[in-house]
């Protein structure tokens, strides 16, 4: 096993990201040395007594800019240009499972939060590896963003998870996830598919392959696009989208 995988994370709101690495798996993880968090302060490096970390935008705007000094002497203090620096913004590539499979295997990581309108370019262009978004949306701050790609990264490295739980996730063989169900039996009337009681393995992965089919052809039909499928798994999941398509037309979607 991988041990002292160490992350940093730059902030404004060191309490927030502490917080996390505290709990469920990820505090697990930390307790027993296979993760290493570090969270900086970026005011701790400001250069008033206000700490000041932000000013009003050259050529005008709303809103206010992370400045480079601060930011620059915090990314000093960790020795960050000898490690792979990521800046979560809206501004960036989509962040996806491959990437959290590529950042894994890094000797370690620094995420910069950003905060207000963003950080100065110029700390971008100096120290910032990759630039991910996590989705179409903004958030008020960076530090939630972080803390989504630094749980779909640590938990990829060997050791943290049972690898099959892994192998068995959405996206890891490019589908969505099937369906799970435990206890009890039945459940205000619903019960458990009774293939999944069947004890039979075979017929077990066959359902949850089509079921996998099925919640991707409706929720992201886009991933098939990258995933090999045979002539019954085409013709499923073309039936899937064509029925998709005929319901969003008698709503008036």
Known sequence: MDSGYGITV??????????????????????????????????DFARD??????????GGGAGMVLMAEPLA??????DAKAQHVVFPTPSGLPFRQVDAARLSRKDGLVLVCGRYEGIDQ????EYVDDEYSIGD??????????????DAVYRLR??????????????????????????PETFRSRSVPEVLLSGHHARIVRWRREQ??????????????????????????????????????????
């Open 10 to 43: 730059l902030t404004l709101f060191p309490d927030l990201v502490r917080e996390y690495f505290r709990t469920s798996i990820v505090g697990k993880a930390v307790d027993r040395g296979a993760l290493v968090p570090r969270v900086v302060d970026i005011r």
């Open 49 to 58: 007594r206000h700490r000041t970390c932000d000013d009003a935008p050259y």
């Open 73 to 78: 002497s915090a990314l000093d203090s960790v």
């Open 122 to 125: 110029r700390i971008v262009d």
């Open 137 to 150: 949306y903004v958030l008020s701050s960076g530090e939630l963003a972080a803390m989504v790609i630094i």
């Open 158 to 183: 060997d050791g943290m998870l049972r690898s099959e739980s892994i192998r068995e996730e959405s996206f890891q063989d490019g589908l969505l996830e099937y369906p799970h169900y435990t206890r």
């Open 212 to 253: 996998q089919l099925i919640r991707t052809a409706r929720n992201r039909p886009d991933l098939l696009r990258h995933v090999q499928l045979d002539e019954a798994e085409r013709k499923l999941t073309e039936s899937i989208r064509d029925k998709e398509s005929d319901d969003e037309c008698n709503t008036g979607g």
